[in-house]
């Protein structure tokens, strides 16, 4: 595709819900990149991972929230049993070498 | 802990002005710059990125990267009200070409009033 491709776009969940967010990145980009950005903050990391392998997972807050790529394309971010504080804007970014381009974001809101 | 720090603003120009964001960062070793512009409710936009020590033009927009001072800055010229946003500096504190995790700043509120 021409760019990030995210979806779903909102996401109203439950306390104690689990929800599935998932990222297309751009064609032929071995990079992929999930960043959580709370209101009036600056995108966090998350994880990062090249091709299918997940090399750096440090910005995941919690052993609730995992994230795969198993065949070097789309990922899946997921997060179980969600509390209030994962409410925040879930964005997935690709790259092929230094520049990072996003996708429109998920916007996730635990009630 | 590695930070980006830039000054939230608000910042706010007259229309036609030249508009200076600034960023510093602590990481001496860090090779590859960014400025993203994020309208409200909008995902950040790369517009431009920045290697060595100096200037880069691009449009109205020229970057500027002093490695010494840990200090990079976003000139916008000739400001319009569409450029209205908030402004996120980003730094890769890996080798450059590592496709390394971005460190962002809090942001820089630009207003450009008519």
């Known amino acids: 595709g021409a760019g990030v491709s995210q979806s779903p776009r909102y996401k109203v969940a439950k306390r104690g819900q689990d929800v599935a967010l998932r990222c297309d990145p751009i064609s032929g980009h071995v990079s992929l990149f999930w960043y959580q950005q709370a209101l009036g903050q600056g995108p966090e990391f998350l994880t990062y991972f090249q091709n299918e392998a997940q090399l750096d997972k440090s910005g995941l807050p919690s052993d609730r929230f995992f994230a795969e790529r198993p065949e070097g394309s789309v990922s899946t971010l997921k997060i179980q049993r969600t509390q209030q504080e994962d409410s925040a804007v879930y964005l997935c970014?690709?790259?092929?070498?230094?520049?990072?381009?996003f996708g429109q974001g998920t916007r996730l809101t635990v009630v | 802990q590695k930070e980006v720090e830039q000054n939230s603003g608000p910042l706010s120009v007259p229309e036609g002005a030249i508009a200076s964001l600034n960023c510093t960062y602590s990481?001496?070793?860090?090779?590859?710059f960014f400025w993203y512009r994020q309208y409200s409710g909008k995902s950040p936009e790369l517009i431009m990125s920045?290697?060595?020590?100096g200037d880069k033009e691009d449009g109205r927009f020229t970057a500027q990267l002093n490695k010494a001072s840990q200090y990079v800055s976003l000139l916008i010229r000739d400001s319009q009200p569409s450029d209205s946003a908030t402004y996120l500096c980003a730094v890769n504190m890996g080798a450059r070409g590592s496709n390394y995790k971005l460190t962002f700043g809090k942001g820089t509120l630009l207003t450009v009033n008519p």
């Open positions: 970014a690709s790259s092929l070498s230094d520049e990072a381009f």
């Open positions: 990481d001496r070793g860090s090779q590859s």
């Open positions: 920045i290697y060595s020590n």
